[in-house]
């Protein structure tokens, strides 16, 4: 279906938009409660390129709050198949201040 959607075929395009309207009206309704800045769409999906964004766009602008539909920036994932692995260390390296200061603080002895 990508490959089709990538050479023009209408009907591919066609398939991919629907899926990007019904996967935004999800979003819509959970960025109305968590109003996020981005949604960024990985894995398989996120190569499915514009014609799926063009949907979950268009989705999101109708069904979301209107401040909420014009600040959240819909885009594809960049980092492929090391998102996961790259989002781990972020975590890792984000907390590591804050879990050793919770560890001198509880056991008052450096780690």
Same mark, same amino acid.
């Given at each position: 279906?990508?490959?089709? #959607?990538? !050479?023009? /075929? &209408? ?19 959970? *960025? ?5 800045? &981005?949604?960024? &769409? ?6 499915? @390129?514009?014609?799926?964004?063009? @949907?979950?766009?268009? !989705? ?7 401040? &909420? =539909?014009?600040?959240? /920036?819909?885009? +594809? +994932?960049?980092?492929? /198949?090391?998102a996961e692995l790259l989002g781990a260390l972020?975590?890792?390296? #984000? /907390? !590591?201040?804050?879990? *050793? *200061?919770?560890?001198? $603080? =509880? !056991?008052? $002895?450096? #780690?």
């Amino acid at each position: 279906m990508l490959e089709l #959607s990538r !050479t023009g /075929d &209408v009907g591919a395009r066609r398939v991919l938009g629907d899926a990007g309207r019904a996967i935004g009206r999800a979003l819509a309704d959970l *960025s109305n409660c968590l109003n996020p800045e &981005v949604v960024v &769409v990985g894995g398989e999906l996120g190569r499915a @390129g514009e014609p799926l964004l063009a @949907g979950i766009r268009e !989705t999101l602008d109708r069904y979301a709050l209107p401040g &909420v =539909a014009a600040a959240v /920036d819909v885009r +594809a +994932a960049v980092l492929g /198949d090391r998102a996961e692995l790259l989002g781990a260390l972020a975590l890792v390296i #984000s /907390d !590591t201040d804050r879990l *050793s *200061s919770a560890h001198l $603080a =509880a !056991t008052g $002895a450096p #780690s």
